[in-house]
């Protein structure tokens, strides 16, 4: 074998793996007569691609013929071509773009897989992308709760197939093993329903009215929803219900074209995929496109319009010229969906795997400006450093760098107060409204510069008030305006001149949330000066490990006065009410300022500061 490393097998297929030009690879008795594929380990640019497809040594070794017809950006690994067991050529053939010098006689690394067997057959499916219409789905969506419901379907004469992200989300490898699952059938509600009623763990008939049956099987949720064929009215978003009779009619109402593709459920599990309206190729593009006009998708719903801003993020994709121009045309159209719908598809956006396009999507069409105002407004205002654009630029970046500074112990919400995972939504929400004071607080100064004192202030009464009428909970947005309101508080620290009492009450404002706030603050370092940079970091280092110090010898977590409200009762004789609030507030403040006092010291000085009021008389 060229390279000297021969045919080797990992369990699932076997495969050839080869370092050598184009004929010694070709030339390799282990790859006679049997069907493989050559893959490309190095990156390639598209044109050398193209250039090495048509060269007599590849004509050769797949027998001629291989003219690729399509060659996308990016894909999830180089397929260079394929020779398929029916000796046929070319069925995959696209490839990463890369970077490389044109060079005929470098050698390039091979691996051939062989195609025979059926995990080997999977295994091209995912490396190819699964361009082919009948997409092996087996490997992602295992287990007995397909072919069980197939088989219900099937033996009463209906039709089910899987649809929407789910297919979706299988051919991009997305999909988890306990992603809810959507499908649809000719079968009616009611007959759903009966089909399932024995078989599912739990039924939900909250959907019902839309023909959307819940069914609850082995821990994972599946919602089977009647083809429909609806109409909108073009004034609200909700549709008049109308059952279809097709699958072409369900798909072709669907938001993208890349949540229109849908896979046949039989009692054998996932059968033949269906992609009517190029669904697969949009996916290869990473283009979001409408089935029907993008105007008369949004008029029907103008929702969609913020979903485009979603998948951008969570996707990675972007949006065809189209639907861009048919957003900018149609975003006060959002004006029309509730608060809390436009909520939902915010946070989805921003718990996406690259938030910022979708917010940069969201502004530059407008959309923005219906649903959140706050954001693009900032692009007037220049920050005082002039490192960026405006200060929307930075805002962007502070959210980059805070994503890059998340753990893995992250949190969604913040309503539990209890870590549990995942993206961190109000660290994400107090990144990206850090600075929406700045507008507001924006002044010439006499030396030609600009400031925006007190931004902190004014920014956190803003994000309150938008989130308020975003219908947000009450412990979110007290999070996140309290994130807003203490970022700025660090740069008073300078080199260290804090006193501990100062460090205290840093730690004491920012209470639960100071991890989220440690990683705001370093996150808000965007200069370009990578001197003050380093000063910034490290004067943020020190301030760390003076909190750590501190914390070491005293419980920093809870700051609280060193007598309770019984102990004042007791020792100024005085019965519950506002009085024992005012002696406490003046124990804590206490507190904060000298550090844990013993029990004597904390009641002379609280003897001493009710004397000094007048005692009883106050």
């Given at each position: 074998?060229?390279?000297?490393?021969?045919?080797?097998?990992?369990?699932?297929?076997?495969?050839?793996?080869?370092?050598?030009?184009?004929?010694?690879?070709?030339?390799?008795?282990?790859?006679?007569?049997?069907?493989?594929?050559?893959?490309?380990?190095?990156?390639?640019?598209?044109?050398?691609?193209?250039?090495?497809?048509?060269?007599?040594?590849?004509?050769?070794?797949?027998?001629?013929?291989?003219?690729?017809?399509?060659?996308?950006?990016?894909?999830?690994?180089?397929?260079?071509?394929?020779?398929?067991?029916?000796?046929?050529?070319?069925?995959?053939?696209?490839?990463?773009?890369?970077?490389?010098?044109?060079?005929?006689?470098?050698?390039?690394?091979?691996?051939?897989?062989?195609?025979?067997?059926?995990?080997?057959?999977?295994?091209?499916?995912?490396?190819?992308?699964?361009?082919?219409?009948?997409?092996?789905?087996?490997?992602?969506?295992?287990?007995?709760?397909?072919?069980?419901?197939?088989?219900?379907?099937?033996?009463?004469?209906?039709?089910?197939?899987?649809?929407?992200?789910?297919?979706?989300?299988?051919?991009?490898?997305?999909?988890?093993?306990?992603?809810?699952?959507?499908?649809?059938?000719?079968?009616?509600?009611?007959?759903?329903?009966?089909?399932?009623?024995?078989?599912?763990?739990?039924?939900?008939?909250?959907?019902?009215?839309?023909?959307?049956?819940?069914?609850?099987?082995?821990?994972?949720?599946?919602?089977?929803?009647?083809?429909?064929?609806?109409?909108?009215?073009?004034?609200?978003?909700?549709?008049?219900?109308?059952?279809?009779?097709?699958?072409?009619?369900?798909?072709?109402?669907?938001?993208?074209?890349?949540?229109?593709?849908?896979?046949?459920?039989?009692?054998?599990?996932?059968?033949?995929?269906?992609?009517?309206?190029?669904?697969?190729?949009?996916?290869?593009?990473?283009?979001?496109?409408?089935?029907?006009?993008?105007?008369?998708?949004?008029?029907?719903?103008?929702?969609?319009?913020?979903?485009?801003?979603?998948?951008?993020?969570?996707?990675?994709?972007?949006?065809?010229?189209?639907?861009?121009?048919?957003?900018?045309?149609?975003?006060?159209?959002?004006?029309?969906?509730?608060?809390?719908?436009?909520?939902?598809?915010?946070?989805?956006?921003?718990?996406?795997?690259?938030?910022?396009?979708?917010?940069?999507?969201?502004?530059?069409?407008?959309?923005?400006?219906?649903?959140?105002?706050?954001?693009?407004?900032?692009?007037?205002?220049?920050?005082?450093?002039?490192?960026?654009?405006?200060?929307?630029?930075?805002?962007?970046?502070?959210?980059?760098?805070?994503?890059?500074?998340?753990?893995?112990?992250?949190?969604?919400?913040?309503?539990?107060?209890?870590?549990?995972?995942?993206?961190?939504?109000?660290?994400?929400?107090?990144?990206?409204?850090?600075?929406?004071?700045?507008?507001?607080?924006?002044?010439?100064?006499?030396?030609?510069?600009?400031?925006?004192?007190?931004?902190?202030?004014?920014?956190?009464?803003?994000?309150?008030?938008?989130?308020?009428?975003?219908?947000?909970?009450?412990?979110?947005?007290?999070?996140?305006?309290?994130?807003?309101?203490?970022?700025?508080?660090?740069?008073?620290?300078?080199?260290?001149?804090?006193?501990?009492?100062?460090?205290?009450?840093?730690?004491?404002?920012?209470?639960?949330?100071?991890?989220?706030?440690?990683?705001?603050?370093?996150?808000?370092?965007?200069?370009?000066?990578?001197?003050?940079?380093?000063?910034?970091?490290?004067?943020?280092?020190?301030?760390?490990?003076?909190?750590?110090?501190?914390?070491?010898?005293?419980?920093?977590?809870?700051?609280?006065?060193?007598?309770?409200?019984?102990?004042?009762?007791?020792?100024?004789?005085?019965?519950?009410?506002?009085?024992?609030g005012e002696a406490w507030n003046y124990l804590k403040e206490l507190r904060l300022?000298?550090?844990?006092?013993?029990?004597?010291?904390?009641?002379?000085?609280?003897?001493?500061?009710?004397?000094?009021?007048?005692?009883?008389?106050?």
């Open positions: 074998a060229a390279g000297g490393n021969g045919w080797r097998s990992d369990g699932r297929f076997t495969y050839l793996q080869a370092r050598g030009d184009i004929a010694a690879v070709a030339a390799d008795p282990g790859a006679a007569g049997r069907p493989w594929v050559a893959h490309a380990t190095d990156d390639m640019s598209v044109e050398e691609m193209a250039t090495l497809m048509k060269s007599p040594a590849v004509q050769k070794m797949f027998g001629g013929g291989v003219v690729p017809t399509e060659i996308p950006t990016s894909a999830p690994s180089h397929i260079v071509a394929v020779r398929t067991p029916d000796a046929k050529f070319g069925r995959y053939s696209y490839w990463q773009r890369g970077s490389m010098e044109t060079d005929r006689t470098r050698k390039i690394d091979y691996e051939l897989y062989d195609y025979e067997s059926p995990s080997g057959a999977n295994e091209l499916d995912n490396l190819a992308g699964r361009s082919n219409k009948q997409a092996k789905l087996q490997g992602l969506l295992e287990g007995e709760v397909l072919p069980e419901l197939g088989a219900l379907f099937a033996a009463a004469g209906h039709e089910l197939y899987l649809v929407g992200g789910s297919v979706r989300d299988a051919v991009l490898g997305r999909l988890t093993t306990q992603a809810d699952l959507d499908f649809t059938t000719d079968a009616r509600p009611e007959v759903v329903q009966r089909l399932v009623r024995s078989w599912a763990d739990a039924l939900w008939d909250t959907g019902i009215e839309y023909g959307t049956v819940g069914v609850g099987k082995a821990g994972r949720r599946l919602e089977v929803t009647t083809f429909r064929a609806d109409s909108y009215d073009q004034v609200s978003r909700n549709p008049q219900v109308r059952y279809g009779e097709r699958l072409d009619d369900d798909l072709v109402r669907r938001d993208f074209t890349v949540n229109a593709m849908a896979v046949r459920i039989t009692g054998e599990g996932p059968g033949e995929f269906i992609d009517p309206l190029g669904g697969l190729a949009a996916l290869r593009r990473r283009i979001l496109d409408t089935p029907a006009a993008p105007e008369v998708s949004f008029g029907d719903d103008p929702l969609r319009m913020l979903r485009a801003a979603r998948f951008v993020s969570q996707l990675q994709f972007t949006v065809s010229d189209r639907v861009r121009a048919a957003i900018t045309a149609m975003a006060p159209e959002l004006a029309r969906i509730t608060v809390e719908r436009v909520a939902v598809e915010l946070d989805k956006m921003l718990l996406g795997a690259d938030p910022v396009a979708g917010i940069d999507l969201m502004v530059q069409t407008g959309m923005g400006e219906v649903v959140l105002p706050e954001i693009g407004g900032m692009q007037m205002a220049i920050d005082e450093h002039h490192q960026h654009k405006d200060v929307y630029q930075h805002s962007l970046t502070v959210l980059r760098q805070a994503i890059a500074l998340e753990e893995s112990g992250g949190q969604e919400r913040s309503d539990s107060g209890e870590e549990t995972g995942g993206p961190d939504l109000v660290l994400r929400w107090a990144a990206l409204l850090h600075d929406i004071g700045k507008p507001a607080t924006r002044r010439h100064e006499p030396d030609g510069g600009v400031s925006f004192h007190h931004h902190e202030v004014v920014g956190a009464k803003m994000a309150r008030k938008r989130m308020r009428a975003l219908k947000y909970s009450k412990q979110m947005i007290d999070d996140v305006s309290q994130l807003v309101y203490l970022h700025l508080r660090f740069h008073g620290y300078g080199d260290g001149r804090w006193t501990d009492s100062a460090v205290r009450r840093y730690v004491a404002d920012a209470g639960p949330l100071l991890p989220r706030l440690h990683k705001l603050v370093r996150a808000d370092c965007t200069t370009r000066n990578k001197r003050r940079a380093a000063r910034l970091q490290a004067n943020y280092d020190d301030l760390e490990a003076r909190i750590a110090e501190l914390a070491a010898r005293e419980d920093l977590a809870r700051v609280r006065p060193d007598l309770d409200g019984n102990a004042i009762m007791e020792l100024l004789g005085i019965p519950a009410g506002p009085q024992v300022d000298r550090g844990p006092l013993s029990r004597d010291e904390a009641t002379a000085e609280l003897l001493a500061w009710w004397n000094a009021r007048g005692g009883a008389g106050v």
